[in-house]
């Protein structure tokens, strides 16, 4: 849901309990997206998504990281197939 500043003010009680309730709350100033008001819940699992550890610091870090791979290619290019 959006609410105008002056509403989310007047309201804040509600803004509240509609953010826990039924998730993040939009909120405009002047009609332009401003801020987003969110449950603790809601705002701990964005937080636990920020702190992954990027794939490629993963990759590094595998038991396979230091094997040497054949990435040659096949020649071959199939067979003949009549049209």
Same mark, same amino acid.
Do not use: H
């Given at each position: 849901?959006?609410?105008? $500043? %002056?509403? +989310?003010? +007047? =309201?804040? *009680?509600?803004? +509240?309990? =509609? +953010?826990? !309730?039924?998730? &993040? %709350?939009? /909120?405009?100033? =002047?009609? #332009?997206?401003?801020? /987003? /008001?969110? *449950? ?7 937080? =636990?998504? !920020?702190?992954? #550890? ?5 990759? !590094?870090?595998? &038991?396979?990281?230091? $094997? ?5 290619? *096949?020649?071959?290019?199939?067979? #003949? /197939?009549?049209?």
């Amino acid at each position: 849901m959006t609410w105008a $500043l %002056q509403d +989310a003010k +007047a =309201r804040f *009680s509600e803004l +509240a309990r =509609r +953010a826990e !309730r039924d998730g &993040p %709350q939009r /909120v405009t100033v =002047r009609g #332009k997206a401003a801020l /987003v /008001v969110m *449950s603790e819940e809601d705002y701990a699992a964005l937080i =636990r998504r !920020r702190t992954r #550890k990027p794939l490629a610091e993963l990759l !590094r870090k595998s &038991p396979v990281a230091g $094997l040497t791979l054949d990435l040659s290619r *096949s020649k071959d290019t199939g067979r #003949k /197939v009549d049209l």
